[in-house]
């Protein structure tokens, strides 16, 4: 079983006991004491030892003790004398922590510390029974070590060594597929992390390949290395109990990802109908002045994730911006279910991709066939004909030019409505226009056309929909009015406002139009839709009745709170 270790600076020794206590309680495995700040009290030698003993004996979990140098991402800037003899005495003492944590640069930097640190430790030769054990590690917080295939035959080479650990800073997703290798291919206990936002998938998918621990910290501020998730999220969020090697892997494809509210509500949604699978960041780095290194970065991560050889069992994924686009570019026609094959074309995007798998045996699986959607116009759809009923002959008014905006033209336009689409950029707005109209089928009724603001505030819709980032908590203009509601014509109260922005819930434009007494939906309802979507191609089954949207709106409203309190 993977364990989950907490990582504790102890610079207070009484507040990292009852840190101690409270990862007992949240339910990690093992602390790791990080004395790199004890180490540089003024005190004696002996007295920080004292304290590191006593520490380490009165922990309500086994424990690790690091004392991490500056030169390997820590704090320490003491004497390496001082440090390797505190490792003596606190491996040999009669409490000892289960392991210590030592680096590899430093382990083989000379015979003498080799020599002291082998005292501390379990040793074929020595005669007594095994007190602490030795975790060798190396990191690099820049990338990928050009030497990491010797570092990890000389620690798995050494006697001593009972834990191996390597992390460095992952620069694609592709990092983390030679770290499940590194676990899979082990010969002795392993922990293999890459640290930074596009590692994260390394440490919630560490007990798929058998890795030794993982870290969570506390808190979000009590990291000691970046990415690092909360022993919280870890265990709820993403069910880090329930991985296995046979679990299924998802996640949200995109730049950046990391407020993304999907994995909360996939993961519940997983564990609410018992399907074994889970779903986390997959972040795949994008330059808008860069669209040849954007376009290479998407392809070479999805070729990795469904290489025929990778173990990740990657089976699904929502795409977001700013890789809608590419996820319809970069894909063969054939790949493209022929029943959505002309939608998901015209609506020039897709936001959804799905790998089919066949049962092979009781335990087996192999992938068979790859499928690219787009569930934003599933939702669009679903929210449109419910607040409009008949589309047909309808007045909508667009605003946005991007995927989110050519999918509710399509919808409204292939309905049968009066369609009109205004934006900033209007050189946007005419390609998405010349593209539908060449496309469509000549039996379509609607019409597509785009508007200036002149237009917009003297004609009158039956449906206004904001598919721009305005009004977006930390958006370019999160306080501003998507929709000029204010200068609009006199409007009967059932005309409807769509936004598809959902944090905050409750936009200004939102909030306007409930003013004026005319009826609303929110991006809420757009993301869960769409959500709820994904979920019943991935698993074949309905998303539970209402999760997705209690658990976003609860989550926004207490994030919202959150940043409202005062500080104390």
């Not at 430790?121 to 030795?134: E, F, G, S, Y």
């Not at 769409?530 to 009745?545: D, I, K, S, V, Y």
């Amino acid at each position: 079983m993977t364990m989950i270790c907490v990582p504790i600076l102890a610079d207070d020794p009484a507040v990292a006991k009852r840190d101690a206590v409270l990862a007992a309680e949240m339910g990690a495995d093992i602390v790791e004491f990080r004395v790199d700040l004890l180490m540089e009290l003024e005190e004696s030698l002996g007295s920080r030892i004292a304290i590191i003993k006593n520490l380490v004996e009165e922990s309500a979990l086994p424990c690790i003790v690091t004392c991490r140098p500056e030169w390997e991402g820590g704090l320490y800037a003491g004497d390496e004398d001082e440090r390797v003899s505190m490792f003596e005495a606190v491996g040999t003492a009669d409490s000892p922590p289960a392991y210590i944590d030592f680096e590899l640069k430093a382990y083989t930097a000379s015979a003498n510390i080799k020599q002291k640190i082998n005292l501390a430790v379990d040793h074929p030769k020595q005669q007594r029974a095994v007190r602490t054990r030795l975790i060798l590690s190396t990191h690099d917080f820049e990338g990928r070590p050009a030497d990491l295939t010797r570092r990890l035959i000389a620690m798995h080479d050494e006697p001593a060594c009972a834990v191996v650990k390597v992390a460095y800073r992952a620069r694609s997703i592709r990092d983390n597929l030679e770290l499940f290798d590194i676990l899979t291919d082990r010969q002795k206990p392993t922990i293999a992390l890459g640290m930074g936002e596009f590692g994260t998938m390394s440490r919630l998918l560490a007990p798929k390949f058998g890795g030794f621990l993982t870290f969570a910290s506390l808190r979000d501020e009590s990291a000691t290395a970046p990415g690092q998730p909360t022993i919280q999220d870890l265990l709820e969020m993403y069910r880090f109990r329930s991985i296995k090697p046979g679990t299924k892997v998802y996640g949200i494809i995109g730049w950046p990802v990391t407020q993304s509210m999907s994995p909360l509500v996939h993961n519940a949604g997983f564990e609410a109908i018992g399907w074994d699978g889970v779903y986390v960041p997959m972040p795949v780095a994008a330059d808008p002045a860069d669209e040849k290194a954007s376009d290479a970065s998407y392809i070479a991560t999805l070729t990795a994730l469904l290489d025929g050889e990778s173990r990740v069992g990657f089976s699904g994924a929502s795409v977001t911006i700013p890789h809608k686009e590419r996820a319809l570019r970069f894909a063969p026609s054939d790949l493209i279910p022929s029943k959505a094959v002309d939608e998901v074309k015209l609506l020039g995007a897709a936001n959804t991709l799905m790998q089919a798998w066949t049962e092979f045996g009781a335990e087996y699986w192999y992938p068979d066939g790859f499928y690219i959607l787009n569930s934003d116009a599933t939702a669009i759809r679903h929210l449109l004909q419910s607040a409009l009923g008949e589309l047909n002959g309808r007045g909508v008014c667009i605003f946005g030019a991007g995927g989110v905006a050519r999918a509710a033209a399509w919808i409204a336009l292939s309905a049968g409505a009066r369609v009109r689409v205004w934006n900033r950029s209007p050189d946007r707005v005419t390609r998405i226009i010349d593209c539908l109209n060449q496309e469509r089928e000549q039996s379509w009724e609607g019409d597509l056309e785009i508007v200036s603001m002149d237009d917009v505030t003297t004609q009158q819709f039956d449906a206004y929909i904001n598919c721009t980032p305005v009004g977006m908590a930390g958006g370019p203009d999160p306080d501003g009015l998507s929709i000029p509601i204010p200068d609009l014509p006199a409007l009967p109260p059932e005309t409807v406002f769509f936004d598809t922005v959902y944090n905050p819930i409750e936009t200004p434009m939102l909030r306007e139009a409930r003013a004026r007494g005319c009826r609303t939906i929110d991006g809420v309802r757009m993301f869960v839709k769409q959500a709820e979507a994904q979920f019943e191609l991935w698993t074949g089954q309905r998303a539970p009745e209402g999760l997705f949207d209690r658990l976003v709106r609860a989550k926004l409203t207490d994030d919202r709170a959150a940043e409202e309190k005062p500080d104390a």
